[in-house]
Structures are given as C-alpha cells and as structure tokens.
C-alpha cells in the first residue's frame, strides 16, 4: 500500500509531489480506495489534500459559483448558494450512489475520476463548468468541455492539484435525468442533463454513451422555435450518442433511453412543466417499459 | 508499514493510537480500539455494514483512511448503549423483529442515529433516502423502516 500524505498548504503539497513518485489525491476516496484495494491501480503516494484551505471554499460572487474541491455532494445540496438555478447540479448531487457516499464523494473527485458514467458530468458541461488545477508552475482554468479525453482520463498533469470547480452566474430551466439498475447504488446506465437559459441558449449533455460525457451546444434557441425544432434536437442528440453494451445496459436499451430523456426535456422546454425549482432527481421508475 | 500516532474520540472516549499508514477508519476501530461491533461487509462502500457517525455524518468507515481522522469525534455502535441500557433504536429493532441475521445492523442503526439527530421526525420517504446506503440480506425493509419510524413517533 501507498505511503499516506497530508500537506496543510498548496507549498507544501507542490513540495510533496516534486520527486515522490505517483502520487494520487484523496478527496472523498469512495473511488480511489476501492481501487487500491481492488489492485485495479497503484501509487507511490495517497495525498489527501482536505486539509489544504483553498479547497475548502464555497463561494457565490457576482460573476461565479466557485465550490472547492473538497466539498462534498451532500455538503453542496445543503449550500443555500447553490440554488435553483443549478438545478442539474443539485439533482445530479442528489443521484449519486446513496446517501452514505454522498457524504464522502466530492463533485471534483467525480470530474477528475473522469468515468463516462460519473453523475456530476452531464450536469457540470451543461451549466458551463470548468475547474481551477494548480501547480508550482502556477494556476489554470481548464473548460470541461476540454478536460475528458476518455475512459477515466482527463487532460491533468500529475502534478495538478484541482482546487475548485467554477460556474458561471445563469439563469434559466434545467434537469438531470438518470436510469440506473438499482436506486441509491449504481452508475448511471445512460443519463442526461439540460440546461436551457433565459437568453435561449440550449445545451444537453449525456452520460454513458460515449468514452467521454457529451456535450451538444445548440445556441441560442428562441422559445418560440422550439417546437419546430425538437425533431431536429433530438435527433442531433440520438446521432451524438455512440454506446456499448456493457454490465450495465445494452447498446439499444442505451441509446432508447437516451431519446426517451431527451424527448422528456425538450417537451418540458416547450410546455413549461420543467421548472425552475426542481430539487429532486427526475429518476424514473426502474421497470419502466420502452415505448420508443 | 509505518506507524502513525492519531487522536480521537469515540463514543464520547478519548483515544490516542499508533496506526498503520494505510489503515481504514473500519481497521482502526476494530483492530486497534477493538471495538468490533462495526462490521465489514463488502469493504467497497457498497452495503453500509461499517456505517460509523464521522464528525455527524454517517459514513462507510470502510472508505476513510485513519489517518484522515486526526481529531475527529466517531460513534459507533457500542456508544448506543453507553450507559448499560439499549438504546430506543437498539430496543424498536427488537422489538420490530427488525433483524435475524443481525450483521447488518450496527450499520442500520447508525444510519438511523444520524438521521434522528438531524430529523427526529422524518418522514416515510425520508428514511428510506437515509437508509439507501444499508443492505440487509433477510429481514427485508419494511420491519426495519417501522423501527425507525417508531422512533421517529410518526404515527401510523
């Protein structure tokens, strides 16, 4: 097993990682310790970076939501700061595992452990997201439409610490919707999320189809042209998708799914019955029947 | 493996103990404290087994390393029934035939401990979110969820 650091400073976390070997960073670990104990990856050093202050921020300015990368998805449904208007945050925070891990797992952790399935996906790409990594180099913002690159890999050196997740202000409507086999205790079998701000730009972001999260940027949309434009969005989005059959689900059951959310969210664009104030997760029944 | 010193407190106690690097928060509590009460099941965070109240909230102990613990406040099972009397959980289990195997239930219960502290009068849908985390393999949940409300004093 790894040695186990705990720096208390960035300083001291850059002079940790110059020359030590692999190291990799524990925020919530409710990955990285199955992992290690499963022998699925190994490592010289377990940094466990919660003690560094920086990570531990949650901050609303005028222009951002920035929350630190040792915030937990229980702790970030809690956050008043989050609010409505992060629906497709909240509700992917509240789809993840069950409450237990949710308690430990971290949005950063979710994003950098990069698993095309990860909940916290879909909903950070649809609301703008990027994060902040760090180095002794310096700081960097990287967008995450940028950051996946496949499965369970991103575009960090291993010397970057990620020290927050930041969003954009917005306004608008969104979701995120997930089917999953069993209620509090599986990845997503294919998930999507929505956001759809108040200046009309629309974006939908699927999970599990594809060795990454997919992003589909539809522009500005007017409301109006909604409606005459669902065929097309969601056939844009059923063309994006590219899935496997895997454990989980099949190709075909994938890709049913997929429309079925899709379909589900334009028309609750279009009739209005997807709010702003939707708290909960949208999962549905897990027996429901295909009718695509 | 090197050994570390950490302090902590559990069940109201005061501990300082040498632990391996890469101990878990499950091995220090068994293993050094001795407090075996807490059980391991899967040891991946899948069944809640371990389920230990960490700084408040329930967690997989089986997923926190013990050295993240450094000055920390745990409870686990044994702090139930402290003072030599079950606790109310401890005896609506019993009294709810709300286990038979009886493996999963310290984690059941602290499951439960750490929703009744922060909502000692959760609703049906309430316990059942909390309680997500916990797999029992022969009592099912309806027996379990009746406990709890019991406790809860959710009239029926």
């Given at each position: 097993?790894?040695?186990?650091?705990?720096?208390?400073?960035?300083?001291?976390?850059?002079?940790?990682?110059?020359?030590?070997?692999e190291?990799?960073?524990?925020?919530?670990?409710?990955?990285?310790?199955?992992?290690?104990?499963?022998?699925?990856?190994s490592?010289?050093?377990?940094?466990?970076?919660?003690?560094?202050?920086?990570?531990?921020?949650?901050?609303?300015?005028?222009?951002?939501?920035?929350?630190?990368?040792?915030?937990?998805?229980?702790?970030?449904?809690?956050?008043?700061?989050?609010?409505?208007?992060?629906?497709?945050?909240?509700?992917?925070?509240?789809?993840?595992?069950?409450?237990?891990?949710?308690?430990?797992?971290?949005?950063?952790?979710?994003?950098?452990?990069?698993?095309?399935?990860?909940?916290?996906l879909?909903?950070?790409?649809?609301?703008e997201?990027?994060?902040?990594?760090?180095?002794?180099?310096?700081?960097?913002?990287?967008?995450?439409?940028?950051?996946?690159?496949?499965?369970?890999?991103?575009?960090?050196k291993p010397?970057?610490?990620?020290?927050?997740?930041?969003?954009?202000?917005?306004?608008?409507?969104?979701?995120?919707?997930?089917?999953?086999?069993?209620h509090?205790h599986?990845?997503?079998?294919?998930?999507?999320?929505?956001?759809?701000?108040?200046?009309?730009?629309?974006?939908?972001?699927?999970?599990?189809?594809?060795?990454?999260?997919?992003?589909?940027?539809?522009?500005?949309?007017?409301?109006?042209?909604l409606?005459?434009?669902?065929?097309?969005?969601?056939?844009?989005?059923?063309?994006?998708?590219?899935?496997?059959?895997?454990?989980?689900?099949?190709?075909?059951?994938?890709?049913?799914?997929?429309?079925?959310f899709?379909?589900?969210?334009?028309?609750?664009?279009?009739?209005?019955?997807?709010?702003?104030?939707?708290?909960?997760p949208?999962?549905?029944p897990?027996?429901?029947?295909?009718?695509? | 493996?090197?050994?570390r010193?950490?302090?902590?407190?559990?069940?109201?106690?005061?501990y300082?103990?040498?632990?391996?690097e890469?101990?878990?928060?499950?091995?220090?509590?068994?293993?050094?404290?001795?407090?075996?009460?807490?059980?391991?099941?899967?040891?991946?965070?899948?069944c809640?087994?371990?389920?230990?109240?960490?700084?408040?909230?329930?967690?997989?102990?089986?997923?926190?390393?013990?050295?993240?613990?450094?000055?920390?406040?745990v409870?686990?099972?044994?702090?139930?029934?402290?003072d030599?009397?079950?606790?109310?959980?401890?005896?609506?289990?019993?009294?709810?035939?709300?286990?038979?195997?009886?493996?999963?239930?310290?984690?059941?219960?602290?499951?439960?401990?750490?929703?009744?502290?922060?909502?000692?009068?959760?609703?049906?849908?309430?316990?059942?979110?909390?309680?997500?985390?916990?797999?029992?393999?022969?009592?099912?949940?309806?027996?379990?969820?009746?406990?709890?409300?019991?406790?809860?004093?959710?009239?029926?």
């Amino acid at each position: 097993m790894p040695g186990f650091l705990q720096p208390t400073t960035l300083e001291e976390a850059f002079a940790l990682l110059d020359g030590k070997g692999e190291t990799r960073f524990l925020a919530g670990g409710t990955d990285l310790l199955v992992l290690l104990r499963l022998g699925a990856i190994s490592c010289d050093n377990v940094m466990d970076v919660k003690r560094i202050p920086e990570l531990s921020t949650l901050r609303l300015t005028d222009e951002t939501l920035e929350i630190g990368a040792a915030w937990t998805c229980n702790q970030i449904l809690a956050a008043p700061e989050v609010g409505s208007e992060y629906a497709p945050l909240r509700q992917a925070s509240a789809a993840l595992a069950n409450s237990l891990l949710r308690n430990r797992a971290t949005l950063v952790g979710n994003i950098c452990n990069a698993s095309p399935g990860g909940d916290m996906l879909p909903a950070c790409l649809v609301l703008e997201g990027s994060v902040v990594a760090a180095s002794s180099r310096g700081e960097r913002t990287i967008a995450l439409k940028d950051f996946f690159t496949g499965v369970k890999k991103n575009v960090l050196k291993p010397d970057e610490i990620v020290l927050r997740t930041v969003f954009p202000r917005t306004q608008g409507r969104g979701t995120y919707l997930k089917k999953k086999r069993i209620h509090g205790h599986d990845l997503a079998q294919v998930s999507v999320a929505g956001f759809y701000a108040d200046d009309g730009h629309l974006r939908l972001a699927l999970g599990a189809v594809a060795i990454t999260p997919l992003l589909l940027d539809f522009g500005v949309i007017p409301a109006a042209e909604l409606p005459a434009r669902r065929t097309e969005i969601i056939e844009a989005v059923a063309a994006a998708a590219k899935p496997i059959t895997d454990v989980r689900a099949s190709r075909e059951y994938r890709l049913a799914m997929g429309r079925l959310f899709t379909e589900r969210i334009i028309d609750g664009l279009i009739d209005g019955s997807l709010g702003l104030a939707e708290d909960r997760p949208c999962t549905t029944p897990a027996r429901e029947a295909v009718t695509a | 493996m090197n050994t570390r010193p950490i302090h902590l407190t559990v069940n109201n106690q005061g501990y300082e103990v040498l632990v391996p690097e890469d101990a878990t928060l499950l091995e220090l509590l068994r293993e050094e404290i001795g407090l075996t009460g807490t059980k391991e099941g899967c040891g991946a965070g899948e069944c809640g087994a371990c389920t230990v109240i960490l700084n408040g909230k329930p967690v997989n102990s089986c997923l926190v390393m013990a050295l993240e613990c450094e000055g920390a406040s745990v409870r686990t099972i044994e702090g139930e029934n402290a003072d030599g009397e079950l606790s109310d959980l401890q005896k609506a289990f019993i009294e709810h035939n709300a286990f038979q195997c009886g493996f999963c239930t310290p984690g059941m219960i602290m499951s439960a401990r750490a929703l009744l502290d922060t909502n000692p009068d959760p609703t049906h849908d309430e316990i059942k979110e909390a309680m997500e985390g916990n797999l029992c393999r022969c009592t099912g949940y309806e027996a379990i969820i009746a406990a709890i409300e019991a406790v809860g004093g959710i009239q029926k």
